[in-house]
Nanobody, 121 residues
Framework: QVQLVESGGGLVQAGGSLSVSCAASGSIFSIYAMGWSRQAPGKQRELVAVITNAGSTNYADSVKGRFTISRDNAKNTVYLQMNSLKPEDTAVYYC???????????????WGQGTQVTVSS
């Protein structure tokens, strides 16, 4: 299995920037994709960015052009750089890792504990 620890959340003014990090440990070799999701109060969880082991990325329309997902393989860490932040970006941000585990490559998803990002107007 994989353990994920997010960090870097905090309070920022609208228009500002913030970067959150996700450090992975455990069965790193089994990960085929990682991503960031967020959940605001009263809202459904939203997938905002994904990066595959091949380096391909995808973003939710709401964050395209503002957020960038990247990885540092040497540090087993994935980052989400958030620019031009808006109050509606306020949410708990969760890191996730998708794995293919065991002999039969059973798909599973692991989640971090989340980190709070608050954007003030």
């Amino acid at each position: 299995q994989v353990q994920l620890v997010e960090s870097g959340g905090g309070l920022v003014q609208a228009g500002g920037s913030l970067s959150v990090s996700c450090a992975a440990s455990g069965s790193i070799f089994s990960i085929y994709a990682m991503g960031w999701s967020r959940q605001a109060p009263g809202k459904q969880r939203e997938l905002v960015a994904v990066i595959t082991n091949a380096g391909s990325t995808n973003y939710a329309d709401s964050v395209k052009g503002r957020f960038t997902i990247s990885r540092d393989n040497a540090k087993n860490t994935v980052y989400l750089q958030m620019n031009s932040l808006k109050p509606e970006d306020t949410a708990v941000y969760y890191c996730n890792a998708d794995l293919l585990e065991g002999r039969f490559h059973v798909r599973s998803t692991y989640w971090g504990q989340g980190t709070q990002v608050t954007v003030s107007s």
